[in-house]
């Protein structure tokens, strides 16, 4: 597996990319039958936006969750390790963003 120094970015401390990334990609396509998740990442000076995009109409909300719970911390998550993050429905059903 390609690592960030092989794509010619210096080595520096973990960032929250694949965390984030895992969550947003594991909760694409919820809910449905053959889930399809697409996946683009940019990078630009300092800042990288993951973007997803699946089928499903239903956009992401806040859960509370108890301390019990083994769901419902997913956006508290994504906005602890974020500086931004958002979502935007589409003709074809949704994009979840977010911005570290």
Same mark, same amino acid.
């Given at each position: 597996m390609p690592t960030? @120094?092989?794509?010619?970015?210096? #080595?520096?401390?973990?960032? %929250? ?7 947003l990609e594991s909760? &694409? ?19 990288? @936006?993951?973007?997803?995009?699946? #089928?499903?109409?239903?956009? %992401? ?10 769901? &419902? ?8 390790l974020s500086k ?17």
């Amino acid at each position: 597996m390609p690592t960030a @120094v092989s794509y010619g970015t210096p #080595a520096r401390a973990p960032t %929250p990319c694949q965390p984030l990334t895992c969550r947003l990609e594991s909760r &694409g396509g919820a809910g449905l039958p053959a889930p399809v998740v697409r996946l683009w990442l940019v990078a630009e000076h300092d800042n990288v @936006v993951i973007r997803v995009w699946d #089928a499903s109409v239903h956009m %992401p909300r806040r859960r509370s969750a108890d301390p019990e719970s083994e769901h &419902g911390r997913g956006l508290m998550l994504v906005e602890s390790l974020s500086k931004q993050w958002g979502a935007c429905r589409k003709p074809s059903g949704k994009v979840v963003w977010v911005q570290i």
